[in-house]
């Protein structure tokens, strides 16, 4: 039986991860901005931008999308409900037991107050610190009024605990229990969020971090403290949250792209540290389809590892691309007294005057005392290690780079049945083919695309088949080098983070240049018109998805299964 499925610049070398943004044109800086709600906008809040208010065409102004809207807790007072809460760290030890919940909460979004979605009442949900090789049980419970199920994000666990419904598991439905026991095999930062809608649950607050320690000794170098970050993003408008489709998702082009930044569901996030200190940053992308581009008000940053583990050589950049779903673990050293913002540096497209400009918003703060950090970690931050680990994984798969591609999939979209004159606006808006959408300059128009009249597609080139008619299979051992390509003459051609379940992956080359430093990855991102070689070294039997994990696009049909033997 076919499963039916309701729901979901990667690190090609620092090439990739180091922002190169400037701009191919007039240029224009923009700063994050507090807007008054006499515009119809928020009043409070670190707005992300640019702001870009889409002139509706003639013959657009009044229509919805076709899908009816829904928001959570219809017809409930939300001052009724538990106000959310921030994460709480949970250490966990092998064999043990955690109660997770998935809960309606309120909370304040700058002046408005919403309803969202919580693991636990927090948002993000409970911080799971588990030692590698560690096995838990969770007793997951659906207490919102939508079917869910929870799925381990980069973790190669059992499959029948990966919380594909349809394919892993039946949804659990509204009052529902459901077991998961989750293995932890490899070291690193992963998160786990739903399988079902995740263009509304996940948006909503539904996701958290599970933290694994390396059994390694001297696995982790000396910092003065480290710290977790979510990265997320949240669409409001004057009168709070942007209504989501009911039966199909809306903003099926570009993906639902926020207003509101958030870090670790903070509007306003700030930290203190001492001068000279030296911080480890777990960096998680939640976001339904915002690609950032992170940077700490120009302090060094070492880049350390991504989703499932560290890189063959630990590099200095200035700043770090992290997409929808990926993870990446950095090093920031603040050299001196003062005030460092987190920033999210990106070049945009205004698509109706042809012009690139800058896009500069503040995501918090990292305020710097004068009191100086001890011990002193200067000299460990400004030596760049290897880690022996991955030296040997690349030596043993090395035979393998430079053979014959085994299997090639083409990343394209077809729409139809939108109105013509939307149809026009869309056939200009692609003149301009940015390789990724930093921003979304079109959100008037996007939000009017649904999955009802917009596929996305995963195409197997060899057989033609697409998305969940492709039936790759595997055996347990292989070593598979995939190639995908993403379609730059597409009707609209976007960027995908492209996700592999219960796996790991290299990243080998990206149009046909080599990688010269591998990492484990679980989530590649493709730009408009790359094409990116990947070796997938399968460990896990079972069923598991491959997927965009733009959550709007995974929506639209953007996925397949794969079998391994």
Not at 62 to 87: C, H, N, T, V, Y
Not at 126 to 145: M, Y
Not at 198 to 215: F, K
Not at 412 to 432: C, H, K, M, N, W
Request: hydrophobic share 45%; aromatic share 8%; charged share 20%.
């Amino acid at each position: 039986m076919k499963p039916r499925l309701t729901q979901a610049r990667a690190a090609f070398g620092a090439a990739a991860l180091v922002a190169g943004l400037a701009g191919a044109g007039p240029l224009t800086a923009q700063a994050h901005r507090h807007v008054d709600s006499s515009a119809g906008t928020l009043n409070s809040g670190r707005m992300i931008g640019p702001m870009l208010k889409d002139p509706m065409l003639p013959g657009l102004r009044g229509l919805e999308p076709s899908a009816a809207p829904f928001l959570p807790g219809a017809g409930r007072d939300p001052e009724a409900l538990p106000s959310a809460i921030p994460s709480r760290p949970i250490d966990l030890a092998d064999g043990d037991t955690l109660a997770l919940e998935a809960t309606m909460v309120q909370r304040m979004v700058g002046s408005r107050r919403v309803v969202m979605y919580g693991f636990n009442r927090q948002i993000p949900g409970p911080l799971i610190r588990v030692s590698q090789g560690a096995t838990i049980h969770v007793r997951f419970r659906n207490a919102i009024e939508l079917p869910t199920t929870v799925h381990w994000h980069g973790v190669r666990l059992d499959n029948r605990f990966d919380g594909v419904p349809g394919l892993t598991q039946d949804p659990v439905a509204p009052g529902e229990t459901f077991w998961y026991t989750v293995r932890f095999p490899d070291a690193g930062i992963y998160w786990y969020h739903p399988h079902v809608r995740e263009d509304i649950q996940q948006e909503l607050g539904l996701y958290g971090n599970m933290l694994v320690r390396s059994s390694r000794t001297g696995y982790d170098n000396p910092v003065n403290d480290a710290v977790v970050l979510t990265l997320d993003d949240l669409l409001i408008d004057g009168d709070g949250l942007v209504p989501f489709g009911k039966d199909a998702a809306t903003f099926a082009i570009m993906g639902r792209f926020g207003t509101v930044a958030l870090i670790n569901g903070e509007l306003e996030y700030a930290a203190s540290v001492k001068a000279g200190a030296v911080v480890r940053y777990y960096l998680t992308n939640v976001s339904n389809a915002r690609t950032y581009n992170v940077s700490f008000g120009g302090a060094p940053i070492k880049l350390v590892a991504a989703d499932v583990g560290k890189f063959e050589k630990e590099m200095l950049v200035s700043s770090v691309a992290i997409a929808p779903a990926q993870r990446y673990v950095v090093e920031v050293r603040f050299p001196r007294a003062g005030r460092f913002p987190i920033l999210n540096r990106v070049q945009s497209v205004d698509h109706m005057r042809g012009r690139f400009f800058t896009a500069v918003d503040t995501l918090g703060m990292v305020t710097v005392g004068v009191e100086p950090a001890s011990p002193d970690h200067r000299a460990a931050f400004e030596r760049l290690g290897d880690d022996p680990e991955m030296r040997s994984d690349v030596a043993r798969l090395a035979p393998h780079f430079d053979r014959p591609v085994d299997r090639e999939l083409a990343l394209t979209v077809e729409i139809r049945g939108l109105p013509i004159a939307l149809i026009q606006f869309i056939s200009v808006d692609t003149t301009y083919r940015a390789p990724v959408e930093w921003t979304d300059p079109m959100a008037d128009m996007n939000r009017l695309s649904t999955a009802n009249e917009v596929r996305w597609i995963l195409r197997d080139v060899a057989t033609g088949r697409e998305n969940m008619d492709i039936a790759w299979r595997f055996k347990v051992g292989d070593v598979v080098k995939i190639r995908v390509h993403n379609d730059a003459k597409a009707f609209h051609p976007m960027n995908h983070p492209i996700h592999l379940h219960g796996q790991r992956f290299l990243v080998l080359a990206r149009d046909g240049v080599r990688n010269r430093n591998l990492v484990w990855k679980d989530t590649a991102l493709l730009p408009v018109g790359a094409t990116v070689d990947l070796l997938l070294e399968v460990s896990n039997p079972g069923a598991w998805m491959l997927h965009c994990h733009i959550a709007e696009h995974l929506e639209a049909g953007m996925m397949t299964a794969f079998t391994v033997e």
